[in-house]
């Protein structure tokens, strides 16, 4: 299963970027999916997660309010909507498929992870 992560980039603090992040096989219709972030010298963490059915989300609390995950399965993608980003938000985003139908925070109930793309905030 290969996953393919879009749309980061350089944006000013109080700026908005929109992720996407394809799926190759439509396996990922059946599962939660996730997004995670690595910033400079810090681990991964959970940024928010969402189920198969796109019905149940779930969101850091650094996050909570600004950002928001959606799925298209018809398309096989995912989406994190960012507003209101901050210096803080710079890192690698990653999308990732869960093992199950629902989503998850912790990294380790994900199956398949994607090559991850940049977002830098500039203050």
């Known amino acids: 299963v290969q996953l393919q992560a879009s749309g980061g980039g350089l944006v000013q603090t109080g700026g908005s970027l929109r992720l996407s992040c394809v799926v190759a096989?439509?396996?990922?219709?059946?599962?939660?999916m996730g997004w995670f972030r690595q910033a400079p010298g810090k681990e991964r963490e959970f940024v928010a997660t969402i189920n198969w059915r796109g019905g149940d989300t779930h969101y850091a609390d650094f996050v909570k309010g600004r950002f928001t995950i959606s799925r298209d399965n018809a398309k096989n993608t995912v989406y994190l909507e960012m507003n209101s980003l901050n210096p803080e938000d710079t890192a690698v985003y990653y999308c990732?498929?869960?093992?199950?139908?629902?989503?998850?925070?912790?990294?380790?109930?994900?199956?398949?992870w994607g090559q991850g793309t940049l977002v830098t905030v500039s203050s």
């Open positions: 096989k439509r396996t990922s219709s059946n599962n939660g």
């Open positions: 990732a498929v869960s093992r199950s139908a629902s989503g998850s925070s912790d990294a380790s109930r994900y199956a398949y």
